[in-house]
C-alpha cells in the first residue's frame, strides 16, 4: 500500500514514501565549531551564546499546508537581544511563560530553497508552554518564506522542498 503523499523525486527520480514535515538546522549560521568549549560560547538544542555577545533561541517557523490539518515547519535560530534572552532563559521551565509578550528577533538561518536570502528577517519570538519551541513569526513582508507562512503551501511545495534538501546538490535546479 502506498501513501496518497508518496512522490517521484524531481532530483533522483527515486519514489519516496513522503515528504519529511519538518527540518531543523542544528545551529545558527553564525556558529562555528571552533566556538565549542569556549567558555563564553554555548550551544544546546534550545539556546546559544556567540562570544557572550550574541544570544540566539530556537524556534519554528510553522506554515500550513494548504487542505490538510497539517503543518510544515522549519527548526530555526533567532537572535534576541541579551535583556531578551535573559527573559526567555529565566522563564524557561516557569509554567505561564505563554503569557510572555513576544520578543522581537533576527532570523539567523539560512534556508536555500528560497531564491532570496532569510537570514536577518525580522521575526517575532512567540514563547509557548514549558517542552514546546516557541513559534517565530516573520514580519509580513513580500519575502517568499514570509508569504508561505501567511497564506500557507501546497503539498506539491512541501514536495519540492523535501527533492532540494535531500539532495542539496541539486538545489540549482529547484524553483523557488
Known amino acids: 500500500m502506498t501513501s496518497d503523499r508518496a512522490f517521484t523525486c524531481a532530483c533522483c527520480g527515486g519514489r519516496h514514501s513522503e515528504p519529511p514535515m519538518n527540518y531543523t538546522a542544528e545551529a545558527p549560521a553564525v556558529w562555528d565549531a571552533a566556538f565549542a568549549g569556549a567558555e563564553d560560547c554555548l550551544l544546546s538544542a534550545d539556546q546559544c551564546v556567540v562570544l557572550g555577545q550574541h544570544y540566539f533561541v530556537k524556534g519554528l517557523i510553522e506554515i500550513p499546508v494548504l487542505g490538510s490539518e497539517e503543518m510544515f515547519s522549519w527548526g530555526v535560530w533567532v537572535s534576541l ?21 513576544p520578543y522581537f528577533g533576527w532570523l539567523t538561518t539560512d534556508l536555500p530553497v528560497y531564491p532570496s ?17 516557541p513559534l517565530v513569526e516573520l514580519e509580513p513582508t513580500d519575502h517568499p518564506l514570509a508569504v508561505e507562512q501567511r497564506r500557507g503551501i501546497s503539498l506539491e511545495r ?6 532540494a534538501l535531500l539532495h542539496p546538490d541539486g538545489l540549482g535546479r529547484q524553483s523557488g
Open 117 to 133: 536570502p532569510t537570514r536577518n528577517l525580522k521575526t517575532h519570538v512567540h514563547t509557548r508552554p514549558v517542552g514546546e519551541r
Open 81 to 101: 537581544s541579551r535583556e531578551n534572552f535573559s527573559r526567555a532563559a529565566d522563564l524557561w521551565d516557569t509554567p505561564g511563560r505563554e503569557s510572555e509578550q
Open 158 to 163: 512541501v514536495r519540492e522542498i523535501a527533492a
